[in-house]
């Protein structure tokens, strides 16, 4: 499976919401985006910027509590996942997974409770804190795996070139 992985820096929320905004431009039909980080680091800000790139819409919320949303945009319809609560893997199966990784694009936070439900074609997106000294700035890393994989070469070009 080819792999590719850019590394950012991305110094305030703003630039967690550009980037998320970029990605949100690369993305198709049958994508699985999974959102890893720990709780705070910005997962849901990148998935609702994301989905406001694709849908206009201005609120966007979590699903932390009903553990997905969909929206319809116009490239496909949009799962956003918030898998925080399942303590199985076998408990994302009425989410309607297999709709949403067949037609539609998926943002999955906690991606690692889907177990091995998790395809292998994805773009793994890994939000950290920088340092407990400046809490706004975040590190992220990209790995785009098999069709992800040029996507992010090409997202990693165009960002070097706009730095």
């Given at each position: 499976?080819?792999?590719?992985?850019?590394?950012?820096?991305?110094?305030?929320?703003?630039a967690?919401?550009r980037?998320a905004?970029?990605?949100?431009?690369?993305?198709?039909?049958?994508?699985?985006?999974?959102l890893?980080g720990?709780?705070?680091v910005?997962?849901?800000?990148?998935?609702?910027?994301?989905?406001?790139?694709?849908t206009g819409?201005?609120?966007?919320?979590?699903?932390?509590?009903?553990?997905?949303?969909?929206?319809?945009a116009?490239?496909?319809a949009?799962?956003?996942f918030d898998?925080?609560?399942?303590?199985?893997?076998?408990?994302?199966?009425?989410l309607g997974?297999?709709?949403?990784?067949?037609?539609?694009?998926?943002?999955?936070?906690w991606?690692?409770r889907?177990g091995?439900?998790?395809?292998?074609?994805?773009?793994?997106?890994?939000?950290?804190?920088?340092s407990?000294?400046?809490?706004?700035?975040r590190?992220?890393?990209?790995?785009?795996?098999?069709g992800?994989a040029?996507r992010?070469?090409?997202?990693?070009?165009?960002?070097?070139h706009h730095?």
């Open positions: 499976m080819p792999s590719e992985t850019v590394s950012l820096h991305l110094p305030n929320e703003a967690t919401e980037l905004e970029q990605v949100a431009a690369l993305a198709r039909p049958g994508d699985v985006i999974a890893h720990d709780l705070g910005g997962k849901t800000r990148f998935a609702r910027a994301f989905i406001g790139r694709l819409e201005a609120e966007v919320p979590s699903p932390t509590f009903t553990l997905v949303q969909t929206y319809e116009p490239v496909a949009i799962w956003h898998l925080y609560r399942l303590t199985a893997p076998e408990e994302a199966i009425e997974l297999e709709e949403a990784f067949s037609t539609g694009i998926s943002l999955i936070e991606p690692d889907l091995p439900s998790l395809p292998e074609d994805r773009l793994d997106l890994t939000l950290d804190f920088a407990a000294e400046q809490p706004e700035v590190t992220v890393s990209l790995t785009g795996r098999d992800w040029p992010i070469v090409a997202l990693g070009q165009s960002l070097t730095a």
